[in-house]
């Protein structure tokens, strides 16, 4: 029996729960909210996430990691106990403030933008959006200061773990090698091709 590793998995399991719930109040905040209600989501929203980052920050974990990595593990759960490690180690890499301030900030700005942008309002667009700006930074630094990998890097290792800005360079360097003559290759095609409507 894996204690330590079904206590974890308990643990992620009710974040991806807290997670889904999160998406759907997203999509109603986007979607059918009225106006006047974007600041109480976004004030439930930077709950939840602090709510969420407490979870994984809980000191308990640590032992939980600990011992799991002594348990009779297949290597399906090796894997998804690396990723809980990844996942709690970048938790514990921000203070919950951040976090919370980080989900405001940019709740505060996407709502502060649908009507700035069809009023072309810049300038007004802008105050928010340096605060967002301001907390990625200090969230990329503080990764980075954990990891040891550069700032943007820490960041791009949320979503796509283990790419590096030197990886992505390289994959559009080769993309802008070859891709602007199939652009052209497929627009001088369409220029004499007549396209069939159904």
Not at 23 to 33: E, L, P, S
Not at 73 to 81: G, K, P, T, V
Not at 98 to 114: D, K, T
Not at 179 to 196: I, K, N, T, W, Y
């Amino acid at each position: 029996m894996n204690k330590a590793y079904d206590e974890l998995t308990r643990t992620w399991t009710r974040l991806h729960h807290f997670g889904h719930l999160q998406a759907i109040a997203a999509w109603d905040q986007v979607a059918m909210m009225p106006p006047k209600g974007s600041s109480a989501r976004a004030d439930a929203m930077a709950e939840m996430d602090g709510l969420m980052h407490s979870l994984q920050t809980d000191p308990k974990l640590a032992g939980l990691l600990a011992r799991a990595e002594d348990e009779d593990l297949d290597a399906f759960e090796r894997a998804n106990l690396r990723e809980i490690r990844r996942s709690w180690r970048a938790s514990n890499a921000l203070p919950q403030a951040l976090v919370e301030a980080r989900s405001l900030a940019g709740a505060r700005c996407e709502h502060a933008w649908r009507s700035q942008r069809p009023a072309n309002d810049w300038c007004g667009f802008l105050g928010n959006f340096r605060e967002v700006l301001r907390l990625s930074r200090e969230t990329a630094q503080r990764l980075s200061d954990d990891t040891g990998l550069a700032p943007y890097d820490a960041l791009m290792d949320q979503f796509e773990p283990g790419m590096t800005s030197a990886e992505v360079d390289r994959v559009f360097g080769d993309l802008q090698q070859w891709l602007p003559g199939l652009v052209q290759q497929v627009r001088e095609r369409q220029s004499f091709d007549a396209v069939h409507m159904p």
